[in-house]
């Protein structure tokens, strides 16, 4: 099980500070939702979660233990990522591209087993992507070439996982369909996982804790009901929105304001 810490940190690109002082923790069997305007830095805190980035300042630990110290091997067998734009080599399959997550767990020299190419083929099941098993990844839509990254991810078999807007290229049903499968790895295998999501309202839905940032800074972190408020979400987002109850669930809904454009007044704000 995987305790993953942000502790106290800065990143920058060159000498260009881009996230400050961030500090929050997920533990085993959450789901943390980034969220944030477009530039705020979800995706920087991604890649310094999984140490493609070196932090300025400020640590970031796997059960206490600083990612640095960790080797390559060590790492990927602990967390995988989704990246935002993965890069892939274009001959290579869908099921060549899932069966790669094995190879963290391979010895030098080795090659898969039967146990690996079982595990990959039942990621790929999960994931809904058996049927472009034999396709080249460069024949795939956007959206199927996510959910074989999602499910190279799974494959990997690690405590955690890390995904840069995993459900960006996706329609609504299969953002659902994406999201309830990551939601029923991280309960029934007590994942961590951590989540870039422009969605509030999917965040709200599928994540137990939010980190709101603004401009590089953590500006909330709690449950969706603690961080989505309609004060919050305009103070980082702008006027444009307000927040209300969603008659199902009790969550937080995030929705435009009524404008003028349509004939109506703006509503009054409820929920901040
Ligand atoms: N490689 C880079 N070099 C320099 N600056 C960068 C680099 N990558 C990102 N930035 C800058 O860092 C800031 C944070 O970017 P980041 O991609 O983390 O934001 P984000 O919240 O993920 O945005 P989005 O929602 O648009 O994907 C932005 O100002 C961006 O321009």
Redesign the pocket.
């Known amino acids: 099980m995987l305790t993953l810490e942000m502790e106290n940190i800065t990143l920058a ?2 000498s ?1 500070d ?1 996230v400050r002082n961030m500090t929050f923790t997920a533990i085993p069997g959450e789901m943390v939702g980034l969220v ?1 305007p ?7 805190i991604i890649k310094a979660l999984c140490h493609v980035l070196t932090p300025k300042r400020g640590r970031v630990l796997t059960n206490g233990h600083d990612i640095a110290h960790l080797s390559f091997k060590e790492l990927a067998k602990t967390i995988s990522v989704v990246p ?1 734009t993965p890069v892939l080599p274009s001959a290579f399959t869908a099921f060549e591209i899932v069966l790669m997550g094995r190879n963290p767990h391979l010895g030098m020299f080795k090659y898969e087993s039967k146990k690996d190419i079982d595990i990959a083929w039942e990621a790929m099941e999960r994931c809904g992507v058996q049927q472009f098993a034999d396709r080249h990844i460069s024949e795939l839509s956007g959206g199927e070439i996510q959910s074989v990254v999602i499910a190279r991810a799974l494959a990997q078999e690690t405590e955690g996982i890390l995904l840069d ?1 995993p459900t960006a290229n996706l329609d609504i049903g299969r953002q659902i369909e994406v999201l309830d499968l990551l939601k029923e790895e991280c309960t029934n295998r007590h994942l961590t996982i951590i989540a ?1 999501i ?1 969605d509030l309202n999917l965040a709200a839905h599928y994540c137990e804790k939010l980190v709101l940032i603004k401009n590089g800074e953590l500006y909330a972190f709690g449950t969706p009901r603690d961080v989505i408020t309609t004060e919050n979400i305009c103070n980082v987002y702008g006027p444009g929105s307000y927040v209300h109850t969603h008659p199902l669930s009790g969550l937080p809904a995030v929705l435009p304001k009524v404008s003028n454009i349509n004939g109506g007044e703006p509503c009054a704000i409820q929920g901040s």
């Open positions: 690109y060159g260009k881009v944030g477009n530039g705020s830095g979800k995706s920087t935002q807007e870039a422009h």
